[in-house]
């Protein structure tokens, strides 16, 4: 898909305004619990955490760790792999994973569920997205940009086989024109 096809969900304006309100509310909340370790949840979340962490006035760290959960294609198996860990300790500090969507909450659910494990001092979740009437396992997402319906979302980061990650809008596809 190129730039001009893509049917446009949330455009870049509104994307900005959004990342910016949650700065400033993520900001607030950690005031007294900085350093923040900011842990982008790669690919998808590298877009977001660049804009996101630029706008936040505390101090903060930049971590990622990188897991698969559809391989190749559209479909949720609920298997995730973690395929690249974070490289430092999290023991005893104040985390913030970042996430770009969140829709069977597979993922999130796998991540906090391990990183819990490491005694971090806290440990919240932030997605861009999540998609409305999904869940199918218990995740609470703390911090959320938009509400979405169930439609395959592209752009700012997102992909539809490693297509599209850098569109600077959000934009929905039929991803049945595309199998
Ligand atoms: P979950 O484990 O079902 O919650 O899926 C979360 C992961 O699937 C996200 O981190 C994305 O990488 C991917 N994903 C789910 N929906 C979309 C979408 O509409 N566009 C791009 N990636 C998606
Ligand atoms: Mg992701």
Redesign the pocket.
């Given at each position: 898909m190129s730039e001009l096809d893509a049917n446009i969900l949330i455009g870049e304006r509104e994307i900005a305004r959004r990342v910016d309100e949650l700065a400033t509310e993520i900001s607030a909340d950690y005031a007294d619990k900085a350093p923040l370790v900011l842990l982008g949840?790669l690919?998808?979340?590298f877009i977001f955490l660049a804009d996101l962490s630029r706008h936040l006035s505390i101090p903060r760290t930049v971590e990622f760790i990188a897991?698969s959960?559809?391989h190749s294609s559209?479909i949720?198996t609920?298997a995730?792999r973690l395929v690249m860990d974070v490289r430092e300790s999290i023991e005893n500090k104040h985390v913030l994973i970042i996430?770009?969507?969140?829709?069977?909450?597979?993922?999130?659910?796998?991540l906090t569920g391990m990183l819990r494990t490491r005694n971090p001092a806290s440990l919240r979740t932030c997605?861009l997205?999540q998609?409305s009437g999904?869940?199918?396992v218990d995740?609470t997402v703390d911090y959320v940009g938009f509400n979405?319906a169930n439609?395959?979302?592209?752009g700012y980061g997102?992909?539809?086989l490693e297509k599209d990650r850098t569109l600077p809008f959000i934009g929905?596809i039929d991803i049945r024109d595309k199998d």
């Open positions: 949840v690919k998808g979340a897991v959960s559809y559209s949720s609920g995730v996430e770009d969507i969140v829709d069977s909450g597979h993922t999130l659910n796998y997605a997205l998609k999904r869940a199918q995740v979405i439609e395959w979302v592209v997102l992909d539809y929905a």
